[in-house]
């Protein structure tokens, strides 16, 4: 139980630090790499767009999960304490959330990255955190792509050349052919992958839950029954 309520501080804490490093790198790193020939007068440069669109995508990504802690789910009764003071029979479409210490209708899961509880009150704002947080992270990994690119004339495209970007940077890093700051754009470009892929996963499956009407628990507790059905089928 301490477990959790620690990463229920870490895990938020985790977040705010990686989207400030993302701020960093994009405006005093990448942008400043896009900026073209000054004598060529042109309405919207490229570090313009690139500067809008992700100040766009974060803004929306941080908004949601300003929302999704504001709007926390309705409590059908505060449990303050431990889980010995839990409910006997609580009404049916509620779940206890043992790291929060409460009984919450509609209750999906509990979001360790929000350290909040999701319910029907903030499910839209999470499903679009979590949409705006995959395409910011992706966005970020394309624009270090090209960063990398230009500063180390790498080319990408080789489909397997961002998986051996890795190996062969961490050797060029030892010899001294790659500094510190590029070798720790690299480690951030297979961060922002990884985040980004999880987060629309997790998108994804979060909205085919939606379109079936279930949260994660009716999803759980229906489970044994699917078993049963093609056990009887089966047998
Ligand atoms: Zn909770």
New binding site residues.
């Given amino acids: 139980m301490l477990a959790l309520r620690l990463l229920n501080v870490v895990a938020p804490a985790y977040f705010l630090c990686i989207s400030l490093v993302t701020f960093v790198l994009q405006l005093f790193l990448f942008l400043p790499s896009m900026r073209e020939d000054p004598a060529a007068a042109r309405l919207f440069s490229p570090a313009l767009l690139h500067g809008a669109l992700f100040l766009f995508l974060s803004a929306n990504a941080l908004g949601n999960y300003v929302l999704v802690i504001q709007n926390s789910p309705d409590d059908v009764g505060a449990c303050q304490g431990t889980s010995a003071r839990r409910p006997s029979c609580p009404p049916p479409s509620t779940h206890f959330?043992r790291?929060?210490a409460r009984v919450t209708l509609r209750h999906d899961h509990?979001c360790f990255f929000t350290g909040?509880?999701i319910g029907s009150r903030n499910m839209r704002n999470f499903v679009l955190f979590c949409l705006y947080t995959s395409l910011a992270c992706l966005y970020s990994m394309v624009a270090g792509v090209a960063y990398i690119s230009a500063v180390l004339s790498i080319s990408f495209a080789h489909p397997l050349a961002f998986l051996t970007l890795l190996p062969t940077s961490i050797s060029q890093f030892f010899s001294g052919a790659v500094l510190g700051s590029e070798m720790f754009v690299i480690l951030m470009l297979y961060l922002w992958f990884a985040i980004g892929l999880a987060c629309a996963g997790f998108c994804c499956h979060q909205l085919l839950l939606i379109l079936r009407g279930q949260t994660r628990h009716q999803k759980t507790a229906a489970l044994p029954q699917c078993f049963i059905a093609s056990y009887v089928m089966h047998h």
Avoid: A, D, L, R
């Fill in positions: 959330c790291v929060c509990h909040n509880c």
